[in-house]
């Protein structure tokens, strides 16, 4: 009489596919989180955007753009907060593009020396009436990182000190050179207007220096 052989089921096998799955799993979470590669002569472009959209999808589409650097609206978050935006600064920080933060006094809800000193930032621009006072107080908690007080394109400038200016987009395009530190307010222009206010930009840059201009998405008094 023919006895069948026996079949013997392994278990080894999805066990050791588990293991092969969290060993890789462990060094990719060990690895560092691949930089964001930006253009060359792109130093002195960001864009002012909202903690809503921030994350490091948008620092990769910014920096694909032919921007260098990107600036939070923080005039309205809180400090208390769990936040994404928050996680995602730290991941963004790491992949080494530079985040800096935008505080309007007239609407921070937190104190801009908080935001400052708990906030992973490159630096940070202070608008409002008080920015100049505000800018000298939150350099005491800022690590040597720089904090920009912002003016209006009309507006006293400061006796000492590097500054940043608001203007619109007339204003820019009519200017040659003199405005220091351009911060476009932009969260009504459409995208040929943007092209036009980034080519005069480059038009105005000189020496080989990096064209400078900070375009506001966010509406800005």
Same mark, same amino acid.
């Given at each position: 009489?023919?006895?069948?052989?026996?079949?013997?089921?392994?278990?080894?096998?999805?066990?050791?596919?588990?293991?092969?799955?969290?060993?890789?799993?462990?060094?990719?979470?060990?690895?560092?989180?691949?930089?964001?590669?930006?253009?060359?002569?792109?130093?002195?472009?960001?864009?002012?955007?909202?903690?809503?959209?921030?994350?490091?999808?948008?620092?990769?589409?910014?920096?694909? !753009? *032919?921007?260098?650097?990107?600036?939070? $609206?923080?005039? +309205? %978050?809180?400090?208390?907060?769990? /936040?994404?935006? &928050?996680?995602?600064?730290?991941?963004?920080?790491?992949?080494?593009?530079?985040?800096?933060?935008?505080?309007?006094?007239?609407?921070?809800?937190?104190?801009?020396?908080?935001?400052?000193?708990?906030?992973?930032? !490159? *630096?940070?621009?202070?608008?409002?009436? $008080?920015?100049? +006072? %505000?800018?000298?107080?939150?350099? /005491?908690?800022? &690590?040597?990182?720089?904090?920009?007080?912002?003016?209006?394109?009309?507006?006293?400038?400061?006796?000492?000190?590097?500054?940043?200016?608001?203007?619109?987009?007339?204003?820019?395009?009519?200017?040659?050179?003199?405005?220091?530190?351009?911060?476009?307010?932009? $969260?009504?222009?459409?995208?040929?207007?943007?092209?036009?206010?980034?080519?005069?930009?480059?038009?105005?840059?000189?020496?080989?220096?990096?064209?400078?201009?900070?375009?506001?998405?966010?509406?800005?008094?």
């Amino acid at each position: 009489m023919l006895v069948a052989p026996l079949k013997f089921r392994s278990n080894t096998a999805p066990l050791v596919g588990g293991l092969v799955i969290l060993v890789l799993a462990a060094i990719a979470m060990a690895l560092p989180p691949a930089p964001i590669t930006t253009q060359g002569g792109t130093g002195g472009l960001g864009t002012i955007e909202s903690t809503g959209l921030f994350g490091s999808g948008l620092a990769e589409l910014n920096a694909a !753009a *032919g921007y260098g650097y990107l600036t939070l $609206d923080l005039s +309205a %978050v809180n400090l208390s907060k769990n /936040s994404f935006w &928050r996680e995602e600064l730290d991941v963004v920080a790491q992949r080494r593009f530079s985040v800096w933060g935008w505080i309007d006094t007239t609407r921070a809800k937190e104190q801009p020396e908080d935001l400052i000193s708990s906030l992973n930032l !490159a *630096g940070a621009y202070v608008y409002g009436p $008080d920015a100049v +006072a %505000v800018a000298e107080a939150c350099r /005491s908690v800022s &690590r040597g990182r720089p904090i920009i007080p912002v003016v209006g394109a009309n507006a006293a400038r400061p006796s000492e000190g590097s500054y940043a200016t608001l203007v619109d987009l007339d204003t820019w395009l009519d200017s040659e050179g003199e405005i220091s530190d351009p911060i476009l307010i932009a $969260d009504q222009l459409d995208a040929s207007q943007i092209v036009s206010a980034l080519e005069h930009a480059r038009e105005l840059a000189k020496d080989g220096a990096d064209p400078k201009l900070l375009i506001a998405r966010v509406p800005v008094k």
